[in-house]
């Protein structure tokens, strides 16, 4: 996982966990919420494949670190100010998931006794 794949994940804020709709956010909250995750996607089709040359300079990836700090700490801005109180915390993609998925092939109803 790359250092941009991490503070990605640690400033990702999902709309749904916080707010009824994208609608719903203030004009400057769609702002942060599309700047985060358009520069995620440029960084995302910038990464090379494992043992490929980063195309970006050192300088470059301080500066987008930079810029997701300065989106997520503007966005906890706005979200206290509405009285939301984000409990996100950050994770690695690879990390066990700490939930498990349940086909519903496997829920079985009981059986009623008549």
Known sequence: ??????????????????????????????????????????????????GGSYPLSEQTVEDVRMCFALIAAREKELAEAQGINNKARPHFTDEPQTTKTVPLEQIRRPKKDN
């Open 1 to 50: 996982m790359s250092a941009l794949d991490y503070v990605f994940n640690f400033f990702y804020l999902t709309i749904k966990d916080n707010f009824m709709s994208f609608d719903d956010l203030s004009k400057e909250q769609k702002i942060m919420v599309t700047m985060r995750k358009v520069l995620s996607n440029i960084i995302r089709e910038l990464t090379p494949a494992p």
